[in-house]
């Protein structure tokens, strides 16, 4: 199909349904899901979380992600001129745009550390790569090497900065190349070739997982409900996850939804991306646990999980080259979807706001990310030990890297989606939004009451314990 333009602000949009689902599930789908979501669970009591988790998903993700993209739809512009718009034709007053400003800057912020986790993930394919080029196919990983060599690997690459800039320069330079090319052309292309080689990638590691890893322990692990575990810091975090999986309150999807036609229904898509982000997050745990289970290893090793847990699985496992080299390049394909989508926020409120063309719009802010997540890649070499924000008691002790991490994390996006549940379920014309959400009758209700009551509550929830970790036990 050929690509049209947005009336309202000259976008491009989504030449297709299929490329606006494509796109907004590669945004969400990322790191959080193959990373965050595995350690999560690992570390809240496994199928007490997982439970909890898909509950808050429906409940509270859901809701949320289909108010920001009918914001984004209806405003047909970057993230803050499309709430301005919602909130000048409710006759509310436009202040409410900062929801989308605190979201944008948020995704920008996320986008400086994301890009260095981004060079991580490089650098595994590379040393995947070698192993693959060197052993063959059906060898096993990291032949000779003995696992302390192979769980050594990450704390050596922290110790390098030099190597650790280059990989993040490298990461967000491809990154850069993609959103410079537009929705159509760098967006849309990325989403509409990457996503289905993701999945089918993403299947294959997860089917090798079932039948040479341990499947008995793991749908065990995630799906046996213990109600004694099922604690007060268990359900928040669960709630936690919930949000950060889908994108929630980064204006991601306010400004991919600028991007979609008046005939896509919104309510239905909605359910399509929320769907597809918790299989994925859910196939993680089935791809990755069989492995580390299979391999004696520890499930609850945190970031350690991806980077070094299943590095040294892959010692033990036939054709671990192979399946190591194949994974990685799977993640990258998932990350860079969602730094795409990072990026993209604030470039098109920077092309809206200065009129400049994108190609250089994006090389701004891209170097922008490019100067701030050059400091965060060096956080444990030259700037090791500084605590830009260690004077609030919330930063104590967080580097450059892990406080960008806790703003955004704990404070930014709560805000920027509690907000957002406030805006829609309170102050918007409630016409004027139902009027193209693309749902009907209890569905449309259920819809009414969660964003308005349910999500404000759960959301505040997050916020709060996230500044002030030690209120619940």
């Not at 706001?353 to 994108?358: D, E, P, S």
Request: with cysteine.
């Amino acid at each position: 199909m050929v690509a049209t333009t947005g009336a309202a602000a000259g976008h491009e949009n989504w030449s297709s349904r299929t490329a606006f689902i494509l796109a907004a599930i590669g945004s969400a789908v990322g790191l959080g899901n193959l990373v965050r979501f595995p350690a999560e669970a690992g570390a809240n009591g496994g199928g007490a979380f997982v439970i909890f988790y898909i509950g808050c998903i429906i409940l509270i993700g859901l809701p949320v992600l289909l108010s920001e993209i009918l914001i984004g739809r209806h405003g047909q512009a970057a993230a803050p001129d499309s709430v301005r718009t919602v909130a000048r034709d409710s006759g509310a007053s436009e202040g409410w745009s900062v929801l989308a400003t605190i979201g944008m800057i948020a995704a920008f912020l996320i986008l400086c550390y994301y890009s260095v986790i981004g060079g991580w993930v490089l650098h595994y394919i590379g040393l995947f790569g070698a192993e693959l080029f060197n052993g063959g196919p059906f060898n096993s990983a990291f032949a000779g090497k003995s696992a302390e060599d192979v769980q050594g690997i990450m704390p050596a690459l922290f110790a390098d900065g030099s190597l650790q800039l280059m990989l993040h320069i490298l990461f967000i330079g491809i990154t850069i190349f993609f959103v410079a090319r537009g929705v159509n052309k760098g967006i849309e292309f990325v989403a509409t070739w990457l996503m289905p080689i993701f999945f089918t990638i993403f299947l294959g590691i997860t089917a090798y997982g079932l039948v040479t890893g341990d499947f008995a322990r793991t749908f065990s692990y995630l799906f046996t409900f213990e109600p004694e575990k099922l604690t007060g810091p268990v359900m928040l975090a669960a709630v936690g996850q919930a949000f950060f999986s889908l994108s929630l309150g980064s204006a991601m999807m306010i400004t991919y939804g600028a991007y979609a036609d008046r005939n896509i229904n919104l309510g239905k898509t909605s359910a399509v991306i929320a769907s597809a982000d918790t299989s994925v997050a859910l196939l993680a745990g089935f791809a990755i646990f069989p492995i580390v289970f299979a391999a004696g290893l520890d499930a609850n090793s945190g970031m350690g999980l991806m980077f070094q847990t299943l590095p040294t699985a892959f010692m033990t496992m036939p054709a671990g080259s192979l399946i190591g080299f194949a994974f990685f390049v799977m993640v990258f394909f998932a990350a860079l979807t969602s730094a795409v989508a990072l990026l993209e926020a604030p470039t098109s409120w920077a092309i809206d706001r200065f009129g400049m063309g994108r190609g250089r719009t994006t090389l701004i802010s891209g170097g922008l990310v490019l100067l701030i997540g050059g400091i965060a890649s060096l956080s444990t070499t030259t700037f090791a030990g500084w605590e830009p924000l260690g004077f609030i008691p919330l930063f104590e002790g967080q580097d450059f890297f892990n406080t960008l991490d806790v703003l955004t994390g704990k404070v930014m996006l709560p805000v920027a989606a509690l907000i957002t549940a406030i805006f829609v379920g309170w102050i918007a014309d409630r016409k004027l939004l139902d009027a193209e959400n693309g749902i009907s009758g209890w569905v449309h209700v259920t819809w009414r009451f969660l964003v308005a009551w349910l999500c404000p509550i759960a959301l505040a929830a997050i916020l709060i314990v996230g500044i002030f970790p030690g209120i619940i036990g």
